[in-house]
């Protein structure tokens, strides 16, 4: 959650499925879970496929925010925080350290510029947040690297930074 009043960043393929590649109008319903067992319906703002990103928005007021940090001043080996719903284990929380800044080629999305990160993330894991010591959210947990299919120590986060640009545009233009 990234504003009091219902701001919600996400993964698209969190909100579109694995392909990502459908209109608004075909996505499905989106309930949200909040950390006090409320469950409410989210508005899908817009999605970017290109990064890899999808805003919603509830309709609630005076919610718990997560502060954006600056991407930019990450340090590889700072430590992070990387929190999810892996196999629906809801708000895990994992530690590990930043591996590598700017990774490309990754062959994710179409727009790559990852946070690296050891901090397990694991199938469930994909829109949560990668926070730094500072409670700041850093990144957007989005994939790992795995010929298991589960956590080999190399997970991908997309930087706040950029999702803070992401979510500028989708506010003002939607899809």
Do not use: C
Not at 9 to 31: D, F, K, Y
Not at 99 to 110: H, M, Q, T, W, Y
Not at 148 to 153: E, I, T, V
């Amino acid at each position: 959650i990234i504003s009091e009043d219902g701001y919600i960043i996400t993964n698209n393929h969190v909100v579109a499925g694995e392909s990502g590649r459908i209109s608004l109008r075909q996505l499905p319903a989106i309930n949200v879970a909040l950390e006090d067992k409320r469950e409410m319906k989210a508005d899908i703002v817009g999605v970017d496929p290109a990064t890899d990103l999808a805003l919603l928005k509830i309709n609630a007021r005076d919610l718990r925010v997560m502060p954006l940090g600056d991407s930019s001043k990450l340090k590889v080996a700072e430590w992070v925080l990387a929190i999810g719903n892996p196999f629906r284990l809801n708000e895990t929380v994992t530690l590990g350290i930043v591996s590598a800044i700017g990774r490309k080629n990754v062959g994710i999305s179409e727009y790559e510029d990852f946070i690296q990160t050891d901090a397990a993330i694991n199938p469930g894991n994909s829109g949560g947040a990668l926070v730094n010591s500072r409670g700041e959210l850093i990144g957007i947990n989005t994939a790992i690297f795995s010929q298991s299919g589960g956590y080999q120590g190399i997970g991908f986060a997309v930087p706040s930074n950029l999702a803070r640009r992401v979510v500028d545009e989708l506010q003002k233009y939607g899809e």
